[in-house]
């Protein structure tokens, strides 16, 4: 059987992988209690009912508290089938399987996608749940609904507290029962840790890397060695039918090459959506910019006018400084209000401050 979390807790701030932070250890009883009761062994009978699932536990907080690290203990700790995945990738799946259930003519796409869902874990640790997407909104309510009903103990990672999830978003009051029943099934903590780890992790690092030659790849693959703890995945986000590819993502950092990002056809509603998953972005290898490519530049300088007004830390490697980037072509002179932004956004304390 494995440990419980408290315990594997103890060794890891004992080896000094992990900083001991009082906030992170109220709420191991929290992980410690489903723990114990998913991992009991079930009694069998013919007239013998099986116990209710314990509740799951829905912890929110700012970026880079421990969360995903702690729900990360927590899956190593179960004996049972348990999947840890980034909500933005689980709906992403259930969006196709119900797309694909309606091209079958099934009445009630959503049905058939709970119970394979329920069927095949009995734990969800899903990191970073967030709704910002109408689509989502209405299916999220019915499909939680029958995973708990099928007796699926759910576990979650959040920035905002259940009552601002979709704030402000279209139609808002039919996703309002979701919320009470999140509340229903599961212990709402927040985790109050004072310390930004994540923010700590990169202190005092250089933050704009030029040029962009293996020196700094080498520079980059070590920040995001800190950033990852050598735990990555693949992450797409949706936007109206447009696809934003992150080939390397880990607790709300994302490192993406530049023309993953601006050379494709995104636009505002795209970089918003990136902005609103991904707290700290390494873009590599943005070129040397002008004419030639101008159709990439301007969606460079979009993007990072949204990373700033979001407060993204970022993280560049480069063909030039940002006074050099863009030296030449339409839009030049636009452009040092760009550079001017990279140049702040490189700043000591620019995340902790943003």
Known sequence: MSEPLSALYEARV?????????????????FDRIAEAVNAPQKRGFFRK?????????????????????????????DVPARRVHFHAFMQEVQDAVHRERKAGTED???????????????????????????DAMIVGRLFERLFEAG?????????????????????????????????????????AEKDYRQDRIAGSESYFTPANAEARTAIDTLWQRLSGGQEEPLTLTVKGRQIELPRYSGGAAR???????????????????????????????????????????????????????????IV???AEPEYLYVEGPG???????????????????GAKA
């Open 317 to 319: 490697s480069a063909a």
């Open 109 to 135: 796409p959503i049905k058939p996608v709970a119970k394979a869902v329920s069927d095949s874990v009995k734990v969800f640790a899903f990191d970073e749940m967030q709704i910002t997407d109408i689509a």
């Open 50 to 78: 099986a116990p209710p699932p314990p509740k799951g536990l829905y912890i929110w907080g700012g970026v880079g508290r421990g969360k995903s690290m702690l729900m990360d203990l927590f899956v190593e700790s179960l």
């Open 152 to 192: 699926c103990v759910v576990v979650t990672t959040s920035n905002r507290v259940p009552d601002d999830l979709y704030k402000d978003g279209l139609n808002r009051e039919l996703f309002l029962p979701f919320i009470a029943l999140l509340k229903e099934w599961m212990v709402i903590h927040e985790l109050a």
């Open 256 to 314: 993406v090459p530049f023309y993953e990002l601006c050379g494709k056809p995104l636009g505002p509603a795209d970089y918003l959506k990136l902005a609103e998953t991904v707290r700290v972005l390494i873009l590599e290898n943005v070129p040397q910019l002008g004419r030639s490519n101008f159709n990439e530049a301007k969606r460079f300088v979009t993007l990072i006018d949204t990373l700033y007004e979001a407060g993204t830390q970022l």
């Open 332 to 350: 030049a002179f636009e452009f040092e209000r760009t550079a001017s932004r990279l140049r702040e956004m490189q700043s000591e304390g620019w």
């Open 14 to 30: 004992a080896a000094g992988s992990i900083e001991d932070d009082p906030a992170q250890r109220a709420i191991l009883p929290e």
